[in-house]
C-alpha cells in the first residue's frame, strides 16, 4: 500500500486493514508475510533477472532496462484517455455543506462536521447524496448531522465495487449482504 492509502486506514478510532477492514493490533508485524516476502522468486520485468520479492524495490530503483518498461507503460496509458473524465462527478472528495473548507473524503467530512458544526441547524444539502445518481441536489436536510451519522458512518465501496448506475436500496442491500456474508 501506498502512505496515504495506509493513512486513511489508519485514521479511525479503531485502524482497519486495508483489504479486510479486520481491526488492527498496535505494534504486530505480520511476520508471516515477511517471510513469504523474503523467500518468494520474481523475476524483474525489464532485465529479467531473478531475485527475491525483498530485493524487487532497492533493485527497480537502479534497474534502467525496470525504468523503461515503466516508462512505455505510462506512455501506453496515457496517449489516448478512454474517456472524458469532465462527464463524471466527483464522489471520493467532498466540501463541507457548512463552511468553505473543501477535499474531505466520507470519512474525514463526517469527522468535521461532527468536530466543528455538531450545533449548527442550518439546513444543508449532504454533498454525498448529492454526487450520487439518486441524490437529489437541492434536498436539504432537516437533521444533516443525524443524517451523516445514519447514512454515511462507512462508505459503500468499503464493502461492495460501487454500482452507481443502481438505485440507493439496491447499494444497501449489496452492502448489508456482503457485510453479513464477512462476519
Avoid at 95 to 119: A, I, R, W
Avoid at 125 to 150: K, T
Wanted: proline letters at 6%.
Amino acid at each position: 500500500f501506498c502512505t496515504p492509502c495506509l493513512q486513511e486506514c489508519l485514521k479511525p478510532k479503531k485502524p482497519v486493514c486495508g483489504v479486510c477492514r479486520s481491526t488492527l493490533s498496535p505494534g504486530s508485524r505480520a511476520l508471516d508475510l515477511e517471510k513469504q516476502i523474503e523467500t518468494t522468486e520474481t523475476t524483474c520485468n525489464g532485465c529479467n533477472k531473478k531475485m527475491y520479492l525483498s530485493k524487487m524495490r532497492s533493485h527497480a530503483a537502479s534497474c534502467s532496462k525496470y525504468q523503461n518498461y515503466i516508462m512505455e507503460g505510462v506512455k501506453a496509458v496515457t496517449k489516448e484517455p478512454l474517456h472524458n473524465t469532465r462527464n463524471f462527478p466527483n464522489r471520493f472528495t467532498f466540501p463541507c455543506p457548512y463552511c468553505s473548507e473543501k477535499n474531505f473524503d466520507q470519512e474525514g467530512l463526517v469527522e468535521h462536521c461532527k468536530t466543528l458544526h455538531s450545533m449548527d441547524a442550518k439546513q444543508v444539502v449532504c454533498p454525498i447524496c448529492a454526487s450520487m445518481p439518486w441524490g437529489d441536489p437541492n434536498y436539504r436536510s432537516a437533521n444533516f448531522m443525524e443524517h451523516l451519522q445514519r447514512r454515511h458512518r462507512f462508505s459503500y465501496d468499503t464493502f461492495v465495487v460501487c454500482d452507481y448506475d443502481a438505485d440507493e436500496d439496491d447499494m444497501m442491500a449489496q452492502v448489508l449482504m456482503r457485510s453479513l456474508r464477512d462476519k
